[in-house]
């Protein structure tokens, strides 16, 4: 059975520029979550769908974060525009249902901001 | 107070050694309780789930949880150079309903 897959594994942009992450859950899996990790810091929770819904989105940073999951499979985070504090690795995880389910992770996008 | 909070290490052990990881967290209502093991420049790697007080062992892994201390540890017996990488602590918050991270330890195993 294939993982949670992520693509790009690394970007590297301008500020001001956009870019967009995308995720491939577990297949079956309905949860799909986003988090992010800065230099130094803990991975800190972004958004949940539940297939194509929107769960929970309170960990979103601003405005210029949009995140999509179409059909409920596949999933993307859109960065526009980018800015230097967007700089870090965005995981994305599955779990076949919620609350306290175990979450399955990707192996992330390194994101660079210049 | 943080949510999950974690000594961020970096915690040495020598081979052979018992490596133990300890995690705090803030909330009563927390359900489960998850360790990840995270390689430098990989994603986070489920090591072990729990949800009930006491210990839970897999191999030379054992979880042990607290809910009365809101207290959660990881004990690695035998440690192998190979087990040096972050360990993550994280829990499924139920004031939150989301899962929180802590800050993660870093754990070196000397040969």
């Known amino acids: 059975e294939a993982g949670v897959t992520q693509f790009p594994s690394h970007s590297v942009i301008e500020k001001g520029q956009t870019v967009t992450l995308r995720c491939d859950p577990i297949?079956?899996?309905?949860?799909l979550y986003w988090y992010r990790r800065v230099m130094g810091k803990e991975i800190k929770f972004l958004l949940h769908f539940v297939k194509e819904s929107k769960q929970d989105e309170s960990g979103m940073p601003n405005n210029r974060f949009l995140a999509e999951r179409t059909g409920g499979t596949y999933s993307t985070l859109k960065v526009q525009p980018a800015e230097l504090e967007d700089s870090g690795v965005y995981f994305c995880a599955s779990s076949q249902n919620q609350g306290g389910e175990t979450q399955y992770f990707g192996p992330g996008t390194r994101l660079l901001v210049l | 107070q943080k949510e999950v909070e974690q000594n961020s290490g970096p915690l040495s052990v020598p081979e052979g050694a018992i490596a133990s990881l300890n995690c705090t967290y803030s909330?009563?209502?927390?359900?489960?309780f998850f360790w990840y093991r995270q390689y430098s420049g990989k994603s986070p790697e489920l090591i072990m789930f729990?949800?009930?007080?006491g210990d839970k062992e897999d191999g030379r892994f054992t979880a042990q949880l607290n809910k009365a201390s809101q207290y959660v540890s990881l004990l690695i017996r035998d440690s192998q150079p190979s087990d040096s990488a972050t360990y993550l602590c994280a829990v499924f918050l139920a004031s939150y309903d989301k899962v929180i991270f802590g800050p993660g330890t870093s754990l070196s195993v000397i040969p």
């Open positions: 909330d009563r209502g927390s359900q489960s």
């Open positions: 729990i949800y009930s007080n």
């Open positions: 297949s079956g899996h309905d949860n």
